[in-house]
């Protein structure tokens, strides 16, 4: 079993829609979450952390269940520039955090 | 944020030789930084971390003797993919932590990748 499982996509919404991205890792003893976008063959950069008690930045809005060991990503108001894949992160403790990246979900966002 | 830059950005050789890509932070003292590897659609995969004035980590089923790395300064690692061949062709990406940083959990500032092709 893969330590972050992501729905590899592809997620193909118009502009305007709300999409919802799902993430669930393995180790109960992660630590830290996130989520890093990649767009094609360029390198991740961290888009939010994820907190229990749900994190907003402008039209994203993450989630983290340490219950369930789910980690949610909600995007209102798509743009097309949202067009990218999203990863979620999650983070071990090995001397230093250890980031444990998913395969990401791909979303595509059309006139 | 910091930035980190890696050279080259694309690399072609043929098999059986060596192929180096430098990692450098440029605006921060990285004393920790990490190699991942990315083949096409999967997911990032940490190769090693790289420790200055030290050896570095390896993590499980990674070749260390393939995949050379040396941080033998604080604003630069490299990594030698030794006598390369066409199943090392990936997508390979370092990251440093900037110790300094105002963020809990140091976040890792991404370096904008090396892809390799070896033919």
């Known amino acids: 079993r893969k330590e972050v499982e992501q729905d590899p996509g592809p997620f193909n919404v118009p502009e305007g829609a709300t999409v919802a991205f799902n993430c669930t890792y393995s180790?109960?003893?992660?630590?830290?979450f996130f989520w890093y976008r990649q767009d094609c063959r360029k390198e991740p950069k961290l888009l939010m952390s994820?907190?229990?008690s749900g994190n907003e930045d402008g039209r994203f809005t993450a989630q983290l269940n340490r219950a369930s060991q789910y980690i949610s990503l909600l995007i209102r108001d798509s743009k097309l520039s949202d067009s990218a894949t999203y990863l979620c992160v999650v983070t071990q403790i090995r001397g230093f955090q250890k980031l444990v990246f998913g395969t990401g979900t791909r979303l595509l966002v059309s006139p | 944020g910091a930035v980190v830059s890696q050279h080259p950005s694309r690399v072609i050789c043929k098999s059986g030789t060596s192929v180096k890509i430098e990692c450098r932070s440029l605006?921060?003292?990285?004393?920790?930084m990490f190699w991942y590897r990315q083949f096409p659609k999967q997911s990032l995969m940490l190769m090693a971390t790289?420790?200055?004035?030290?050896?570095?980590?390896?993590e499980q089923g990674v070749e260390k003797d393939k995949f050379l790395i040396n941080h033998a300064s604080l604003t630069l690692s490299t990594l030698t993919v030794t006598s390369a061949h066409p199943e090392d062709s990936s997508f390979y990406i370092c990251?440093?932590?900037?110790?300094?940083?105002?963020?809990?959990?140091?976040?890792?500032?991404f370096g904008p990748g090396t892809r390799l092709t070896v033919l």
């Open positions: 605006d921060f003292q990285a004393t920790t």
């Open positions: 790289s420790n200055e004035g030290s050896k570095a980590t390896y």
């Open positions: 994820v907190y229990s």
């Open positions: 180790n109960s003893a992660s630590q830290s």
């Open positions: 990251s440093a932590r900037d110790p300094s940083g105002e963020s809990s959990y140091n976040e890792q500032f």
